[in-house]
């Protein structure tokens, strides 16, 4: 009989949708010895999490997630709030034995996500932070190629993800989805928000990050604030730009923004080596592309009046997650990246071999996030500290 992995997740937004389908979905898809049990989603809104019992089908629902993390009928805690809410959270269900998987960014801050990842350590639960885009095929094909030598000797990586939802003054700040333009509840603007995926991306398939020098702006500099109904100044990052140094010896340019006309959830990376290149971008995730310089085995220059880059459609069942799905040539979402990443994890507990990122692993991505924003402040190059 399967064993049961009894699940309580925190949060009724975005996220809150975007498990909860993982979690109903990974016994269809995956061959994995567990059963995910949705048995508790707590919101502080309770008509919310009401709301999901009808949709989704959890046995209950709650609005103190104290209680939830108390409950002996859990096993996994599952973190989906807003940035502020993490820590506590994830402290409570450590120091309760429960499993814990957060959102990402793990934390406001280092001090914090250090906190956490203690917490989880000390605990000896199992835990995870769900920096899903490791988990589009493609992007894990990147991670296969650069590791089978493909790409040689690494220059640059490029890294952009561009949004436009925040250019109109009128757009308030606090509330949900909106507590992303409030520094007190996010940490940060689109460094934690959004660059931190770049970074956990970057240093997943390139190493880790050494030094940045960052340029931040705030455009709009006054808001008013959804929950108090006054005006208010606006202290996240609206936009940055910070140059970076991989102890591999190659040099990176990451930029993110709100404000790119047009540009919606615009999330690409390039990795440029002496025998090869890697792209991806999310807007044509079933694609990913690759220019071959050198042929691995014979190490003979690939490049002819033939060579181009090459669009991999990664759909085969060769590629990563996809023999789980369809037949080679249908594509998969992405909603398919959070089914792929509790996978994973529940592969991780079973196995004995933990998934990552973990929470240690995810501390690394923050020391980053926080040097940028340092570096943003003085004007200054900052050592990041990373050590992976
Ligand atoms: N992995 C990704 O690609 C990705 C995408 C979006 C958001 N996120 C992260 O997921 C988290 C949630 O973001 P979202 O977009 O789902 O937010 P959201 O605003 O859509 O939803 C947050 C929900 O949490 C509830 N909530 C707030 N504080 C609470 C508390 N203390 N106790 C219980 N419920 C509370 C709100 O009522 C709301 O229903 C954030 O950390 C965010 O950075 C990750």
């Not at 940035?83 to 990402?104: F, Q, S």
């Not at 001090?111 to 992007?139: C, D, H, L």
């Not at 996010?186 to 940045?212: C, E, F, K, Q």
């Not at 009046?305 to 669009?311: E, F, V």
Request: glycine fraction near 8%.
């Amino acid at each position: 009989m399967a064993k049961e992995l009894r699940v309580g997740v925190v949060g009724c937004g975005f996220m809150g949708r975007a498990h909860s389908n993982a979690y109903r979905r990974l016994n269809n898809f995956f061959p994995v010895e567990h059963r995910a049990v949705l048995k508790v989603i707590c919101d502080s809104e309770l008509a919310k999490a009401r709301k999901f019992v009808e949709v989704w089908g959890y046995e209950r629902a709650e609005s103190d997630w104290r209680e939830m993390v108390e409950a002996p009928d859990i096993d996994l805690v599952d973190i989906c709030v807003p940035n502020i809410a993490h820590r506590d959270i994830a402290l409570a269900a450590a120091a309760n034995g429960k499993m814990v998987c957060c959102e990402k960014p793990l934390a406001m801050n280092v001090a914090q996500a250090e906190e956490m990842a203690a917490a989880v350590e000390k605990a000896g639960v199992a835990n995870m932070v769900w920096f899903n885009y490791r988990r589009v095929p493609s992007i894990a094909l990147a991670k296969q190629i650069i590791d089978e030598g493909r790409i040689g000797r690494p220059f640059h990586y490029r890294a952009t993800y561009l949004q436009d939802w925040t250019i109109s003054p009128d757009v308030p700040q606090g509330g949900d989805a909106l507590w992303r333009l409030d520094l007190s509840v996010a940490g940060s603007g689109v460094t934690g928000d959004l660059l931190a995926h770049s970074i956990d991306t970057a240093m997943w398939l390139n190493g880790p990050i050494t030094r940045v020098v960052a340029k931040t702006e705030t455009f709009v500099k006054e808001r008013v604030h959804a929950v108090s109904g006054k005006v208010q100044p606006v202290g996240i990052d609206d936009a940055c730009m910070f140059l970076a140094e991989f102890s591999n010896g190659s040099m990176g340019t990451f930029e993110s923004t709100r404000y790119a006309r047009g540009r919606k959830n615009f999330n690409t990376l390039e990795l440029n080596g002496a025998g090869g290149s890697v792209y991806f971008d999310l807007e044509e995730p079933e694609y990913l592309q690759f220019f071959e310089y050198q042929q691995l085995q014979s190490g003979k220059k690939a490049e002819s009046h033939l060579t181009g880059w090459r669009k991999i459609h990664t759909t085969n069942s060769e590629h990563p997650y996809m023999k789980h799905y369809w037949v080679p040539g249908t594509c998969i979402g992405y909603e398919h990246t959070f089914l792929n990443a509790l996978a994973d994890f529940v592969m991780g507990i079973e196995s004995g071999q933990p998934t990552q990122p973990d929470f240690r692993n995810a501390v690394e991505t923050q020391k980053v996030c926080d040097a940028v924003i340092e570096s943003a402040r003085t004007g200054q190059w900052v050592a990041t500290g990373v050590k992976l």
